[in-house]
Structure formats: structure tokens, C-alpha cells
């Protein structure tokens, strides 16, 4: 576990990191390391050797190099929030990057520059404040370099398209220690790379997005009925997405009725689905367009309502806390076909954690109008993303809800069209290749042999050199 402590040669190539670096340096014997250590995902238990809290560009190259020297296996952290949790490693170098939280607006040219160690609501306290956004997550705790390495689905992306969509540049530390800046007109191969292709090819230290026009007020929120009905539900809505506007994103949810304020006393606990609604226009407009989604059946509760964009955003925060087990299983669908429906409608009720909520994504609008090869991103055709995450408090009942979400993501194996690279776990190199496809994979394999030869940004949904 601390194998970098146990010779001099190791304590002195601490003592070089040391020397020159103005972050903060964590080792085992320190008080504030079990809390550095941790990640998002409370089910993941890893103790590194030595985390470097990089306070800027330099650090980060410094911690580079001296994982290089040291042969340490290195992992890169931004929000902790990789659902496998490849963000902390047993025995290496975590080059953690959440002092790196700058973001500064440009009103001028309408962007906005956010570093590597920023999370999604403090980008979005920076951009709302002038009635602007880059459509980004659902979760406001997330770092937004995972995020957009992957590709960013999130609130806005049906109007505005994914998070990489909206890139514009990004300044990237390669295997090699040196910065490079990619963008549609410098190193353009590594910016293609990048909108997609997740960790593999560097650390970026810092995003330039574009920004768009929202709110700040937009009428979102959950409209509810029993999860007995999910079947109808789900029916219903599929005919209802089919012609709504680009303004409207919308996420399907089973789950247990969470305890809050908002949610009647007596429905706590009940199992219900819901359709949670985020219109990005006009508020007037959107009372039109959800109108038929709310008046179907008869809802237990109408929840969607006008309110600030960052309100909206912050929603699946208190779902999805820091510490609690979670385990996902994911699959992109190309429409919701009526064994789909059924499938999700009988399986979802037999989760048994009252913290577990699987969303079901509506892809489409913006997404779609990019053309596939633009970026490394695949599954532009794709329809809907379930995420069928299971979730308990601790350990007690973890493996039974597990189960649950392998055994969902089984039934749906025949209608599985790809899947959303940032929410796999650790499930080997064709899922991996799933995520991308064989062409596009292929491709990417040539571009980390171009970057990363040595593959040392490996722990990550890993593409190896081809």
C-alpha cells in the first residue's frame, strides 16, 4: 500500500516532488488522508500511496513526471465521481486536481473557461448569473472534466446538444509531461479525441465552452403516478416524445417515494414512477407542450413547476450523496418498443432499496443533428440511455440490489444498441469497444499509441495502443 515510502530512494523522490510543488502533498500517516482518499461511490475502498493536490498547471506536471520516474500507477481526480471509482488507486499516485476550480466568464465572446477541478454547480453559479449555461449533468457534485470527457449528457442537451458540443478548447498535460492545447484548428486529432474518448490520452487542465441563453427561470420539475402504472405510463409518454420540442428534455425515474418536504407524508416510501420535465424556453411554451403529459391518468403529484435553472439542476442532488454503495449497469436503446416498456415496468418493481433510482434518459434533438464521426462520442441514434443504477446505504442488502440491476440489464440485452461510456464500470475491453464502436474504437486505439504509447492513463475506461 505505501510502497513509495519504504526506501530512501523512494523518500527522496517524494522529497524532489516536494521541492517544487505548491499544492499539497498527502501520505498515509497524514490526518486529512482517509478523508482525500475517498470517492464518491462509498462502495469503493482504495488507498494510494500518495495524493498530489495539484494547485495548478506545473503541479499537475510535476505529478506526471514523477509517477513516470517512479513507476507508480497513476489516477487522475477531478469530482471522484467515476462510477467505477478509477479516480483513487491501492498503492500509487492520485493526481487530484479539486483545487483547480477557477471559471471565468467571457460576455463578450460568450464563453467560459473552467478549470479541471470544477464540479457542475459551481459552473453553474458562474454562468446563471447572466442567464447562460453549457448544458452539463444532472448531479451538481460532479466534476465536470469526467463529465465532458465522456461525452456530458445532462438537462440541456437536447437543445443545445452534449457537453463536448460545446467545446471550444482544451489545454491537455500528455503521458509525456508537456501541455498541449487542442482545438479545431491545433493538434485537431487530439481534440476530436477528446469530445468522447474519456481519460486516455491526457489530463486536461483546463475547458473552454461556449454559452448559451437559459432561464435563469425554466419550468421543470416531476409529474408522479404509482409504479403499478409504469407500463401505461411509459406507453403514453413514448407517443407523447415523439413530436416535442428540442426545448423539452425529460428523464423517466423508478423509484421509492423519497422522504421530502415536497412529497406528501403518506406517500413516502411508495414505489412510483415518475417523468421529470426541463423545458428551456418559454415558460408559457412549455405549459403547452407538458400539458398532455400531465393530464394523463390520474398523477399522485404534479411537481413541475417555474424555478431557477440551478434549482433544477441541484434536484438529484440529495438522490445521490457522497458515501452511499452504488452499481450501475447501462444501455443505450434505440426506441421504447413495447417489450422494452414491459421489461422496465415488471423489473423495476422489484427493486427492494428505497434509495435506488434508475433514470431512463430521452436522448434525440441536438444530439442527433452532429454528425457521428464529428467526435469520438458514439450513439448519436440512439433514442434513450437507462442507467440502472442500485443504491443502498452501506453494505447491508448491496449484493441483492446488484443483482437486481445486472438481471434489468440482462432482460433489456436484446434491444441494447450501444452504451454511454460514463456509465460503465469495470466491465472488460468490449464493453469498452461498445462504447465506441469497431471503426471508431480502432481509430481512437491509433490516437492513444500517438499520445500515450506506454498507456500510463490507464486507469480509466481504458482504450488500449493500437
Known amino acids: 500500500m505505501t510502497?513509495?515510502?519504504?526506501?530512501?530512494a523512494d523518500q527522496l523522490a517524494v522529497k524532489d516532488l516536494a521541492a517544487g510543488f505548491r499544492g499539497e502533498l498527502v501520505v498515509p500517516a497524514d490526518p486529512a488522508y482517509d478523508e482525500h482518499r475517498r470517492v464518491w461511490n462509498?462502495?469503493?475502498?482504495?488507498?494510494?500511496?500518495?495524493?498530489?493536490?495539484?494547485?495548478?498547471?506545473?503541479?499537475?506536471?510535476?505529478?506526471?513526471?514523477?509517477?513516470?520516474?517512479?513507476?507508480?500507477?497513476?489516477?487522475?481526480?477531478?469530482?471522484?465521481?467515476?462510477?467505477?471509482?478509477?479516480?483513487?488507486?491501492?498503492?500509487?499516485?492520485?493526481i487530484d486536481l479539486s483545487l483547480m476550480n477557477g471559471v471565468r466568464v467571457d460576455l463578450a465572446s460568450r464563453t467560459v473557461r473552467a478549470q479541471a477541478g470544477v464540479r457542475l454547480g459551481e459552473l453553474d453559479r458562474e454562468t446563471q448569473a447572466f442567464g447562460l449555461a453549457v448544458p452539463a449533468g444532472i448531479v451538481t457534485h460532479t466534476g465536470l472534466a469526467g463529465l465532458t470527457l465522456g461525452g456530458g449528457i445532462g438537462w440541456l442537451m437536447r437543445k443545445y446538444g452534449l457537453t463536448v458540443d460545446q467545446l471550444i478548447s482544451a489545454e491537455v498535460v500528455t503521458a509525456s509531461g508537456d501541455l498541449l492545447r487542442a482545438s479545431d484548428r491545433e493538434n485537431v486529432d487530439l481534440f476530436w479525441g477528446l469530445r468522447g474518448g474519456g481519460g486516455n490520452f491526457g489530463i486536461v487542465t483546463e475547458f473552454e465552452f461556449s454559452l448559451n441563453p437559459v432561464g435563469p427561470e425554466v419550468l421543470a420539475g416531476p409529474i408522479i403516478w404509482p409504479m403499478e402504472q409504469s407500463a401505461g405510463v411509459?406507453?403514453?409518454y413514448r407517443d407523447?416524445?415523439?413530436?416535442?420540442?428540442?426545448?423539452?428534455?425529460?428523464?423517466?425515474?423508478?423509484?421509492?417515494?423519497?422522504?421530502?418536504e415536497v412529497i406528501p407524508s403518506e406517500l413516502h416510501?411508495?414505489?412510483?414512477v415518475t417523468v421529470i420535465c426541463c423545458y428551456a424556453g418559454s415558460v408559457e411554451d412549455g405549459e403547452k407542450v407538458i400539458r398532455p403529459m400531465r393530464e394523463f391518468g390520474s398523477p399522485l403529484l404534479d411537481l413541475c413547476a417555474p424555478k431557477p435553472f440551478v434549482d433544477h439542476q441541484a434536484m438529484f442532488d440529495a438522490s445521490f450523496p457522497e458515501g452511499w454503495w452504488y452499481y450501475f449497469r447501462s444501455c443505450n436503446v434505440a426506441a421504447l418498443t413495447d417489450p422494452v416498456i414491459d421489461i422496465t415496468a415488471e423489473r423495476a418493481q422489484q427493486m427492494t432499496s428505497s434509495l435506488t433510482a434508475f433514470p431512463i434518459f430521452q436522448l434525440g434533438g441536438a444530439i442527433s443533428r452532429v454528425g457521428d464521426d464529428e467526435t469520438a462520442y458514439h450513439g448519436r441514434r440512439a433514442a434513450h440511455t437507462f442507467n440502472i443504477n442500485a443504491t443502498t446505504a452501506g453494505s447491508d442488502g448491496f449484493d441483492e440490489e446488484r443483482e437486481w440491476s445486472r438481471s434489468l440489464w440482462t432482460a433489456l440485452s436484446p434491444y441494447h444498441s450501444s452504451v454511454y461510456v460514463n456509465f460503465l464500470m469495470e466491465e472488460g475491453q468490449q464493453r469498452v469497444r461498445d462504447a465506441y464502436g469497431a471503426a471508431k474504437y480502432d481509430r481512437l486505439r491509433l490516437l492513444k499509441q500517438q499520445y500515450d504509447p506506454d498507456n500510463f492513463f490507464r486507469l480509466n475506461q481504458n482504450i488500449a495502443p493500437g
Open 234 to 236: 411509459l406507453r403514453f
Open 42 to 94: 462509498g462502495s469503493i475502498n482504495r488507498h494510494p500511496a500518495i495524493i498530489a493536490r495539484c494547485a495548478g498547471v506545473a503541479d499537475v506536471i510535476e505529478a506526471v513526471r514523477f509517477a513516470r520516474r517512479t513507476g507508480l500507477t497513476a489516477a487522475v481526480r477531478s469530482g471522484g465521481h467515476s462510477f467505477p471509482g478509477l479516480s483513487v488507486c491501492d498503492g500509487g499516485v492520485v
Open 269 to 272: 416510501g411508495s414505489p412510483i
Open 240 to 260: 407523447w416524445i415523439t413530436d416535442v420540442p428540442d426545448d423539452l428534455t425529460t428523464i423517466v425515474v423508478h423509484r421509492m417515494a423519497p422522504p421530502l
Open 3 to 8: 510502497q513509495i515510502l519504504q526506501t530512501a
